[in-house]
């Protein structure tokens, strides 16, 4: 079958600019893919991208878009090379009918730094029990203190609860070890520390495996597993804790779908902070593949002016 194929950029300001140890992320760009068919129906996907986690550029999406013809099949969406993950995320997912995902369980990301404790508030009294909080962007020092805050204001209220933290990357091993027996000391008090997520950089895979052999307290790869291949290396390499997917740009649906139905491995679907579009496929996704009991990091969406 043949598709009418137009594409849309988007630029989207954050209300408040992500902080994380990869720096201040202030504006969103993405692309919107619409396929008409014959029939008029139009089927819409996004490409999404984030370079600094391994996929393609904006740029590079937007030159494959602009080199299709007006009129392109499933043959050749299914053909997008491995280099352009968001795109095979964008063009497949723009394919298939997304019906509304059955509820999941969401996890709320907390700013970065002290204004935590109070932005975990209204989302605890809105019914979040899972929050999620950005480390290595502060000394450590100063995040240890406002974590042990953090942690009597709301993690030991939660019942059922759980905190997790995002290193994305930036720390080092001794802080990383730091970090893993204050989490340690926490659990064994009763708080429910899920995991922390991509402690140190990408390159340092081996020291991870290590430390997630060493403590209680589980860690998640993200920046690490970003896209599909990474995974599979990953998980080749024995890595058998938990794999943050982020669907936007893991690549293509139908792929992780095969590695997911071989390989029984522990995951946590997170956003790209996508538009409705994209969230709406990979929530789809997500309540397909994932373990039900880990929430998806997709809360308060409303992240953008
Ligand atoms: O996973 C979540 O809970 C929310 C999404 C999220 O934290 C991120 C989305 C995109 C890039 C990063 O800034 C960050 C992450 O590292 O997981
Ligand atoms: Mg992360």
């Not at 975990?120 to 100063?142: C, H, M």
């Not at 520390?193 to 860690?219: D, W």
């Not at 679907?269 to 994932?290: I, K, M, N, P, W």
């Amino acid at each position: 079958m043949k598709y009418l194929f137009t594409f849309h950029p988007y630029k989207r300001r954050f209300i408040h600019p992500v902080q994380t140890n990869h720096g201040v992320w202030e504006i969103r760009e993405g692309i919107i893919v619409s396929l008409k068919q014959e029939d008029g129906q139009v089927g819409q996907g996004e490409i999404a991208p984030i370079p600094w986690f391994g996929s393609e550029t904006l740029e590079q999406a937007l030159e494959f878009c602009s080199s299709l013809p007006k009129q392109i099949d499933s043959e050749l969406i299914l053909s997008i090379p491995d280099t352009l993950p968001a795109c095979q995320f964008g063009f497949e997912t723009a394919l298939t009918e997304t019906p509304e995902p059955p509820s999941l369980q969401f996890s709320a990301l907390l700013p970065a730094g002290k204004s935590a404790i109070d932005a975990s508030i209204p989302l605890w009294q809105s019914g979040y029990r899972t929050f999620k909080w950005k480390i290595a962007v502060n000394p450590i020092d100063e995040e240890l203190a406002i974590f042990d805050l953090l942690v009597q204001k709301i993690v030991q209220n939660l019942a059922n609860g759980a905190i997790r933290l995002d290193a994305n990357g930036g720390l080092s091993l001794d802080e990383a070890k730091l970090w893993l027996e204050t989490c340690d000391k926490l659990m064994a008090n009763g708080v429910n520390i899920e995991f922390i997520e991509q402690p140190l950089p990408r390159s340092q895979f081996e020291q991870m495996l290590e430390l997630s052999a060493s403590y209680n307290t589980k860690l998640a790869l993200d920046e690490s597993v970003a896209t599909l291949q990474n995974l599979e290396t990953c998980y080749s390499k024995g890595w058998r804790q938990i794999f943050v997917i982020k669907p936007l740009i893991i690549g293509s649906p139908s792929k992780l779908r095969q590695f997911c139905q071989q390989n029984q491995i522990d995951t946590v679907f997170s956003s790209v902070f996508e538009t409705d579009v994209g969230r709406t496929a990979a929530l789809q996704l997500a309540s397909e593949l994932s373990h039900h009991n880990r929430a998806v990091g997709f809360g308060i969406n409303h992240w953008f002016q």
